[in-house]
């Protein structure tokens, strides 16, 4: 079932940024769901979309197996997308101004309209790519992102991906930084902003 111009509930899920320097102009993209069934109630304003769920809306694209989208009596919106059993929800969206997209795989992502922040939730995983090349890559049992402070929080846990429940990440450096000496003098491109990484309490980053 494909579905378009929502109810508003669910029209302003992806109305704010959920990464930092997301791509602006998601925001006046039309959105489109599709799935095997949507249940809608209008007094609670929680939409809740089941069956192969696929959302996109710009350049985001977010796929599961259940979707809930409610609003508060603010106006605020929250989301929840649940995988199937075994399986990982997915996440993608392009990075404003540069070629470059994150993606974050895990079995519950949770975004909260209020707070500006989304959470990668048990057997997690956060990307960043730089075209098509892997440039940072996060692994943990709850990853969060603060899209107002542009830090992440990865912690360990018996939900990661890592043995012993450990957090891992993997940063590449900024562009430039391993030119070689003599090399000729260019002026450098705007290097992409960095991802600045906060270790929980019971992991490591390295």
């Known amino acids: 079932m494909r579905l378009s111009l929502l109810p508003v ?33 209008d007094l609670r304003q929680v939409s809740v979309f089941t069956g ?35 399986k990982r929800a997915f996440y993608r969206q392009k990075r404003e101004g540069v070629d470059e997209w994150i993606e974050g795989e895990s079995e519950v992502i949770d ?6 922040r989304v959470k990668f939730i048990r ?14 890559e996060m692994v943990g049992s709850l990853i969060t992102y603060e899209n107002t402070t542009d830090v992440f929080t990865v912690d360990g846990g018996p939900a990661s991906p890592r043995p012993g429940g450990r957090v891992r990440a993997v940063l590449a450096p900024r562009d ?7 090399a000729a003098s260019r002026a450098p491109a705007a290097p992409p902003a960095p991802l600045r990484v906060t270790p929980g309490i019971s992991g490591e980053v390295r």
Not at 54 to 83: C, N, S
């Open 123 to 136: 057997q997690a995983e956060l990307r960043r790519l730089r075209g098509a090349t892997l440039a940072d």
């Open 176 to 182: 430039g930084a391993s030119a070689p000496a003599g």
């Open 9 to 41: 509930a669910l029209a302003a899920l992806l109305a704010c940024p959920l990464v930092a320097r997301a791509e602006k102009a998601d925001n006046d993209k039309p959105m489109n769901v599709e799935a095997d069934s949507l249940r809608y109630d």
């Open 52 to 86: 192969k769920v696929v959302l996109t809306k710009g350049t985001i694209v977010i796929r599961g197996a259940r979707l809930e989208v409610r609003q508060d009596p603010e106006g605020y919106q929250y989301g929840i997308v649940t995988a199937e059993p075994g």
């Open 111 to 116: 975004y909260d309209g209020k707070a500006d």
